[in-house]
């Protein structure tokens, strides 16, 4: 899932000084998993927010959870609700918030939190990043583990002459993501998957705003006009 | 001939080969190029212009080529993978052997996060392996990355490089064999320190017949001090630097351990000149290339060979 993290308060706090009624919208899907932009997360902040305000400041932080900012449905929540507001900040990833935005076209809308990566929730509050979403996915000949991801250098035919003790050259912490892909071939008797020069990848998703089965959205459109 | 080169002429012509090293300045200053080079010429048969390493910004390395071209020396042209798209190397490849430069050596790179911006986007669309494949598909099969056909395909002579002291173990000549297949024409390894470890290497390299198929060069590096060898045994990934060269710098005065460097130096030259299916020496003097020229003495390899020009 998305994993993100929150924004330094004070970043928030500059990017919403212009504005004196806020409307923190939580978003209950990925962002709310890894405890960043979930329902009391967006109460979490306004009780700072409101804390941070000075003596006799007339601002108001309302918030408002919808189920999941990236679908259409969840955001028609909010029609009614946005009007009385300046300023939108949103907990979402970074979809959501553009989505958001896309919907209320006329109110500035703000990220709340940096999105991270598309990681796994190893234990409660620990998370770690797998997949860069290359669209092209390789893990079937690397063993489960992607080297686009996991190796610093996104090496397609690794190790590189640098692991020491199975880490990664760039960072003792990390450990090879090679070193890993060859111990586990080998344990599977599959070595011969990586014996040969994998060829340069055709990266994909080079062109913004991809759609995935584009023949949806033409039905869609066709439906409503 | 696959690019005419001096190296390769000379390496064809079954002579053992010696190539140096030899790291761009970090600013537009000519003649730090050219005073490097005065020291190198005529005591090496090519020098690997080095790409900005371990990613510290310098001058290009095909800048650098070219002014020891014109200083006499035959240059390799060295180009890592972190920092141009394809694009942009096979514009490059095709812009150095315009410029007569014969010899290329294809590298992954240091990452950004060893050098002075660490913060910036690394590209690593190729890795290596494939930067070979690239090459070598445009100099033999006339043809780009992407499919287009080159009209004047670029003559290089391929190299690579290899470690055979990494990790892990078993897999670091079925690496190499992954190279040669990909297109290398000359290998250089890491710096050979333990001796033994490299034989076994060598012997592996020998009986999957990789020897045959491609030129190897053993990569050496005069210790300078003991500083230096603790430096390396410690600190940089994937280098074997045995106890006993450490003990037996701690065995002579400080100020003499330069001279003990270069005698230790000799020593692995001379060994590595006797172990089957060697074909030369990569002599990376780091910032030191004023020694070369008393280590190549020193060493026995001198006078270089004067290649046969190619036959057109
Ligand atoms: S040490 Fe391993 S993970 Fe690190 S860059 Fe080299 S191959 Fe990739």
């Given amino acids: 899932m998305i994993k993100a993290t929150i924004k330094p308060l004070e970043e928030i706090r500059s990017m919403l000084a212009p504005f ?12 709310s998993l890894c405890l960043a932009g979930g329902m009391k997360e967006a109460r979490e902040l306004n009780i700072k927010l409101r804390a941070l305000q000075e003596q006799g400041s007339e601002s108001v932080f309302d918030d408002i959870t919808v189920e999941r900012q990236c679908e259409q449905q969840f955001l028609a929540a909010l029609d009614a609700r946005v009007e009385k507001y300046d300023a939108l900040i949103s907990l979402a990833c970074g979809a959501g918030v553009q989505f958001l935005a896309e919907r209320f076209p006329a109110k500035p809308v703000f990220p709340g939190v940096n999105t991270q990566f598309v990681g796994i929730t190893r234990d409660i509050g620990w998370y770690e990043e797998r997949c860069k979403t290359c669209g092209d996915c390789v893990l079937g000949l690397t ?4 080297p686009v991801t996991m ?10 002459g640098g692991p020491q003790d199975g880490h990664c050259e760039v960072d003792p912490d990390t450990s090879c993501a090679w070193i890993a892909i060859y111990e586990r071939l080998q344990r599977q008797g599959r070595l011969d998957s990586i014996a040969h020069v994998m060829p340069a990848r055709q990266w994909q998703g080079q062109i913004p705003g991809r759609i995935l089965h584009p023949r949806y959205r033409d039905r869609y459109v066709q439906e409503d006009t | 001939m696959k690019s005419g080169s001096r190296l390769e002429r000379i390496l064809k012509s079954g002579r053992f080969a010696l190539t140096g090293e030899l790291g761009p300045p970090r600013g537009a200053d000519a003649d730090a190029v050219r005073v490097k080079a005065r020291h190198l010429c005529g005591m ?32 390799v042209y060295q180009m890592v993978c972190r920092d141009r798209n394809r694009i942009a190397m ?20 240091d990452h950004q996060c060893f050098g002075d911006h660490p913060n910036c986007k690394k590209v690593f669309d190729l890795d290596s392996m494939q930067l070979i494949s690239m090459v070598k598909a445009m100099r033999d099969e006339a043809r780009f990355q992407g499919g287009a056909e080159i009209t004047a395909p670029p003559r290089m002579f391929i190299g690579a490089a290899a470690n055979p002291f990494a990790e892990p173990h078993a897999f670091r000549v079925m690496r190499l064999a992954k190279k040669i297949a990909a297109g290398a024409d000359v290998v250089q390894t890491q710096c050979v320190y333990n001796m033994e470890r490299f034989r076994a290497w060598m012997a592996q390299a020998r009986d999957m017949g990789l020897t045959e198929k491609a030129y190897i060069l053993a990569g050496v590096t005069p210790l300078k001090s003991l500083g230096m060898a603790r430096y390396m045994q410690k600190n940089v990934p994937g280098m074997d630097v045995p106890d006993e060269l450490i003990k037996r710098l701690q065995g002579v005065e400080k100020k003499d351990q330069a001279k003990e460097g270069i005698t230790i130096c000799c020593e692995q030259i001379q060994q590595l000149r006797e172990m089957k299916g060697l074909a030369g020496i990569h002599l990376m003097a780091i910032e030191w290339e004023h020694r070369v020229p008393e280590i190549v003495q020193k060493a026995g390899l001198l006078p270089r060979p004067e290649p046969e020009p190619e036959q057109p």
């Fill in chain 2, 90 to 109: 096979q514009s490059d490849i095709l812009g150095a052997a315009a410029l007569g430069v014969r010899n290329i050596l294809c590298l992954s790179g």
């Fill in chain 2, 44 to 75: 090496v048969d090519a020098v690997n212009i080095t790409d900005n390493q371990t990613a510290v910004v310098r001058m290009s390395s095909l800048g650098a080529c070219l002014i020891a071209m014109r200083e006499g020396l035959e240059p």
């Fill in chain 1, 151 to 160: 190796c610093s250098k996104s090496l397609f035919n690794g190790p590189c």
């Fill in chain 1, 143 to 146: 063993a489960g583990i992607c």
């Fill in chain 1, 20 to 31: 004196r009624r806020v409307l923190t919208v939580g978003c209950g899907g990925c962002v």
